[in-house]
């Protein structure tokens, strides 16, 4: 029997389903709850131009019949669908968990609508480390020592190389500590998300789905 999250996270996924329109263009995120679009996106039979954040869910998508493109072939998405780790209050996120925030982030900024599916365990007062990183392989220890409180995975690197870390040190003030990310060149991308990128957030509590607009 699916446990209460997988439920939750089945119904976020299948709820934002619904919200992808025929002939368009869409971003698929990564992670578990992403793993229930899917099969609710192929089972709608739309026609459609659908982009993969991760070798994962490429082929996950495929196997399920979606079409799955090169990023290199589309300029803009209509709408992206992807989980997180952390959904705050103002709409911040804390994604990568997956380690695929890289890639998520490119999809997410280049598509008109960002639907962030949940389960109840992701809604959180504040923003609270551990935040993902991708680093640079190239000056790795400099980048480091510049970052203070960080912890590498043990993971292979990600899908264009980079090495999969999480900064466990305060966060404070969101955006001021993604600033801060930004300005040390050897961090590929951080798992920060503004708030500025999120359309929709469909959290999933019981039987319950709530949908907020930002
Ligand atoms: C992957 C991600 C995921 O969306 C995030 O970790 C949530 O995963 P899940 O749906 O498995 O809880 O950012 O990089």
């Not at 804390?94 to 992701?122: C, L, P, Q």
């Not at 993902?132 to 292979?156: I, K, S």
């Given at each position: ?87 705050a209050?103002d709409g911040w996120l ?33 923003i ?46 969101p ?17 920060l998300?503004p708030a ?19």
């Open positions: 029997m699916p446990s209460r999250a997988e439920d939750e996270k089945r119904r976020a996924a299948e709820a934002a389903a619904e919200l992808v329109q025929d002939r368009t263009t869409v971003g698929l995120g990564t992670g578990s709850t992403v793993a229930h679009l899917l099969p609710a996106l192929a089972e709608r039979k739309l026609t459609l131009r659908c982009v993969a954040t991760s070798p994962r869910t490429e082929t996950r998508a495929r196997e399920l019949g979606i079409v799955v493109e090169p990023f290199e072939a589309l300029e803009r998405l209509d709408i992206a669908i992807d989980g997180a780790d952390q959904v209050p804390v994604k990568g968990g997956g380690g695929a925030h890289t890639r998520e982030k490119i999809v997410a900024a280049a598509a008109e609508r960002f639907v962030v599916i949940a389960d109840s365990s992701k809604p959180v007062d504040a609270d480390s551990p935040v993902p990183l991708e680093l640079h392989p190239f000056g790795m220890r400099a980048t480091l020592q510049a970052l203070g409180d960080v912890r590498l995975r043990d993971w292979p690197p990600s899908p264009d190389g980079g090495v999969i870390a999480d900064y466990e040190g305060e966060v404070g003030d955006a001021a500590l993604a600033e801060r990310f930004a300005a040390i060149p050897g961090i590929v991308e951080h798992g998300f500025a990128l999120v359309s929709d957030v469909v959290i999933a509590r019981g039987d319950e789905v709530e949908r907020l607009a930002f």
